[in-house]
């Protein structure tokens, strides 16, 4: 049973526009949620986090949203850039497992010139 | 420069011969993990270290030990490897374990099991 799902295995975007990766979850108990970009032969790497009591947070051209009631974050791009392309995953914590990540399986995010 | 350092990269080697894979991090800091990651599945958690001589289990720990005698090495061991266990390895390490300390992870091992 998967906790964070990320049900768009890719997404294509053109350069410039916005770019939204979406992410669902299951457990009302998660109280920190992550964003992680991740390139081929590398490992991920943090972009921006949210914490469960806010419903925004931005940082330069990420925004990250969080809907509590309908237990969906969204990753926002703006603009796209060509070096935006990656592997996106989004993860989720709750302190009673001792902040264990939960991980969705990731989105591939394409940015064409 | 800050960094996690996993060896080897990659590796295979046949069903049953003991392997392990060493983590490094410069950063000083308390939590370790390691994970696998394998197609549709995302980063699953194979063991965390909050701290030297703590170590517990995370979701998928069968087949798998680790140790942490030192705060900077958290080796992976597979006594007696199996197919199954072919797959990306990231060992990832923060100054907690909380969601708000972000972890800095490793390249990844690439270990194939025949």
């Known amino acids: 049973d998967q906790q964070v799902k990320q049900n768009s295995p890719s997404l294509s975007v053109q350069e410039g526009r916005i770019s939204i990766l979406n992410c669902d979850y299951t457990n009302s108990m998660f109280d920190y949620f992550l964003w992680y970009k991740k390139y081929p032969a590398e490992g991920p790497t943090f972009l921006i986090s949210i914490s469960s009591i806010k419903d925004k947070n931005e940082d330069g051209r990420f925004t990250v949203f969080l809907n509590k009631s309908a237990k969906h974050l969204s990753l926002h791009i703006v603009p796209s850039q060509p070096g935006d392309s990656a592997v996106y995953f989004c993860?989720?914590?709750?302190?009673?497992?001792?902040?264990?990540?939960?991980w969705g399986a990731g989105t591939k995010l394409i940015i064409k010139p | 420069e800050a960094q996690v350092t996993q060896n080897p990269r990659y590796l295979i080697t046949v069903t049953g011969k003991k392997l392990t894979v060493t983590c490094s991090q410069n950063?000083?800091?308390?939590?370790m993990s390691w994970y696998r990651q394998d197609p549709g599945l995302g980063l699953r958690q194979i063991y965390y270290?909050?701290?030297?001589?703590?170590?517990d289990k995370g979701d998928v720990p069968e087949g798998y030990k680790v140790s942490r005698k030192e705060k900077r090495n958290f080796p992976l061991i597979l006594e007696s490897p199996s197919p199954n266990q072919t797959s990306l390895y990231f060992c990832a390490s923060s100054f907690g374990g909380g969601g708000n300390q972000p972890q800095h992870f490793g390249d990844g091992t690439r270990l194939s099991i025949l």
């Open positions: 950063m000083n800091h308390e939590y």
């Open positions: 270290s909050m701290n030297v001589e703590v170590t």
């Open positions: 993860a989720a914590s709750f302190m009673d497992s001792n902040y264990q990540l939960i």
